[in-house]
Nanobody, 130 residues
Framework: DVQLVESGGASVQAGGSLTLACVLS??????????FGWFRQAPGKGREGIAA????????YYDSSVQGRMTISQDMAKSTMYLQMNSPKPEDSAKYYC??????????????????????WGQGTQVTVS
C-alpha cells in the first residue's frame, strides 16, 4: 500500500527554523504528476491546507498565513517532499500532515487547500513553537 511518512517535527523557539520531510513509499508509478500538500491541525481547530506543490512542474501554492515564511519543495529522486519553516511563530504550533493526490494533471488552483483533493495521508508530525 502507498505510504506517506512525515518526520522532522520538534519543539523550536520562535524565530528559529525547522524542516519537515514527507517520504512517499510503496508507489511504483510515475512521480512527475503528483500534487503534494502540507496541512496542519492545532488543538480544537480544523485541518487547514497551508502549501502544495505539483511534481514535474514545481508549481507551488501557499496560504497567506505562511506565504513568505515557509517553502515547499520536492525531490522525487529521494521520494521526498519538504516544508521549510523559517521564523516560525507560536501560532504555527500544530500537528503537520502531508498528503498526496497521485496521478493528477495538476494541483487545483482553487481547491489545493481542501482535504478532499488528496487521497493519501500521513500520520502527522508535531511542531511546537514557543
Amino acid at each position: 500500500d502507498v505510504q506517506l511518512v512525515e518526520s522532522g517535527g520538534a519543539s523550536v523557539q520562535a524565530g528559529g527554523s525547522l524542516t519537515l520531510a514527507c517520504v512517499l513509499s510503496e508507489y511504483s508509478f510515475r512521480r512527475d504528476n503528483i500534487c503534494f500538500g502540507w496541512f496542519r491541525q492545532a488543538p480544537g481547530k480544523g485541518r487547514e491546507g497551508i502549501a502544495a506543490i505539483r511534481t514535474g512542474r514545481d508549481s507551488t501554492y501557499y496560504d497567506s498565513s505562511v506565504q513568505g515564511r515557509m517553502t515547499i519543495s520536492q525531490d522525487m529522486a529521494k521520494s521526498t517532499m519538504y516544508l521549510q519553516m523559517n521564523s516560525p511563530k507560536p501560532e504555527d504550533s500544530a500537528k503537520y500532515y502531508c498528503a498526496a493526490d497521485l496521478g493528477t494533471s495538476d494541483c487545483s488552483t482553487k481547491y489545493w487547500h481542501q482535504r478532499y483533493e488528496y487521497n493519501y495521508w500521513g500520520q502527522g508530525t508535531q511542531v511546537t513553537v514557543s
